[in-house]
């Protein structure tokens, strides 16, 4: 089975501290990608950031890095500096093949950061 | 905004009102799909296009009915719908399929759909 585990229903972090959220994930596929999705208030998703199975170094962008073990099957989201706008639900994934040859993300069920002021 | 517009954002009907939901991309990209959010349960993919043609229908039921004229417009035609339909409905684009994942998706602000 293709499925992604977020242990971490919710979560809560003080303004200009720093988060790790969870993710564990299966897959028999080799290479793949992993991405983190945020989901604000407002609804809209956007990738915060992404990774691909084969490489080896762990993804950064700005204040969004991840801790990458493959033989784990762990893909943890550390976010620094927290700021309030970072208050979202966030959904780890990965791409999985379908039975019909197709792609899909395969998401988790998310994890609600409340950024403090 | 990124670049996925979808219409109404919010939408009440009764069971056995007909209604659509309309997806609309400015990106250029080749490959659209509709995803179904409810409330404690992960994202659900149910219907993805390539090209205007249809590649993944994930046991969806018949009272779903996608269309895609285009590569820019991809509706979701509702029809009889019940109660536990009730969900956030996503639109999401992507540059194109099969490519393992090396093109991101974009989603819409989704459409909140209620049924009576």
């Known amino acids: 089975a293709q499925t992604v585990t977020q242990s971490q229903p919710e979560m809560s972090v003080q303004e200009a501290e720093t988060v790790t959220l969870s993710c564990t994930y299966d897959?028999?596929?080799?290479?793949?990608?992993l991405f983190w999705y945020k989901q604000p208030p407002s609804r809209q998703m956007i990738l915060v950031i992404r990774?691909?199975?084969?490489?080896?170094q762990n993804a950064t962008e700005n204040r969004f890095s991840v801790n990458f073990q493959k033989a784990a099957k762990s893909f943890s989201l550390k976010i620094s500096d927290s700021q309030l706008g970072d208050t979202a639900m966030y959904f780890c994934?990965?791409?999985?093949?379908?039975?019909?040859?197709?792609?899909?993300?395969?998401f988790g069920k998310g994890t609600k950061l409340t950024v403090n002021p | 905004e990124t670049g996925v517009t979808q219409t109404p954002r919010h939408l009440v009907m009764g069971m056995t009102n007909k209604k659509s939901l309309k997806c609309e991309q400015h990106?250029?990209?080749?490959?659209m799909y509709w995803y179904k959010q409810s409330a404690k349960k992960p994202l659900e993919l149910m219907f993805v296009?390539?090209?205007?043609?249809?590649?993944e229908n994930n046991s969806v039921p018949s009272r779903f009915s996608p269309e895609c004229p285009n590569s820019s417009h991809l509706f979701l035609h509702l029809h009889t719908l019940q109660p536990e339909d009730s969900a956030l409905y996503l639109c999401?684009?992507?540059?194109?399929?099969?490519?393992?994942?090396?093109?991101?998706?974009?989603f819409g602000p989704g459409t909140r759909l209620t049924v009576l």
């Open positions: 897959t028999s596929e080799n290479n793949y990608y």
């Open positions: 990774q691909e199975a084969y490489k080896q």
């Open positions: 990106l250029g990209h080749n490959a």
């Open positions: 296009y390539n090209f205007k043609e249809q590649t």
């Open positions: 994934a990965f791409i999985a093949i379908t039975q019909g040859g197709s792609e899909k993300l395969v």
């Open positions: 999401a684009s992507s540059q194109d399929l099969g490519r393992g994942g090396r093109d991101t998706q974009y």
